[in-house]
């Protein structure tokens, strides 16, 4: 994990045949994160992400999708499921095996939590600053029905 004035080496040759340089922006489009059963876990993320102004882009009976205009974020059952998660105890410093959504403001961090608080869903890690993260680190996390950690953090 990076902290405050660590530095990263940049590359300024690429490795792909053909290419110079490096390219100007790399991102995140989308994640798929693996469930046991699509309609439970839409039960859980459909609230959530239509809160936060995602549209459902993808509808189907083994995998749905929500989407903005940056990201987008699809649950799928696969025929034969690889993973199966252990809740985390909540004692942990870092779920290795997480999600984590930037919001603009702290305060959208607190809208998250009393949302989910609202449709009865408690946090694995309540609404905190994590100064030993990075300074003005603030962030929320929930286990979703599959034990994926899916956090909300903003960095003010």
Not at 62 to 86: H, L, S, Y
Not at 127 to 142: A, C, I, M
């Amino acid at each position: 994990m990076l902290r405050k004035g660590d530095t990263i080496p940049v590359r300024t040759d690429s490795p792909v045949a053909g290419m110079s340089g490096v390219p100007s922006k790399v991102s995140v489009g989308h994640i798929c994160l693996e469930v046991s059963d699509v309609q439970v876990a839409k039960a859980f993320y459909n609230p959530l992400f239509s809160e936060l102004g995602f549209k459902l882009i993808l509808d189907e009976k083994d995998g749905v999708g929500w989407g903005n205009q940056d990201f987008a974020i699809f649950i799928a059952k696969p025929e034969n499921r690889r993973v199966n998660r252990k809740r985390p105890t909540g004692d942990e410093f870092v779920v290795a095996d997480h999600t984590a959504l930037l919001l603009e403001s702290r305060s959208w961090v607190d809208a998250v939590a009393a949302f989910m608080k609202k449709e009865g869903i408690s946090p694995l890690f309540a609404p905190e600053e994590h100064p030993d993260f990075v300074p003005d680190y603030y962030s929320v996390s929930f286990c979703d029905p599959d034990n994926n950690v899916i956090e909300f953090y903003s960095i003010n």
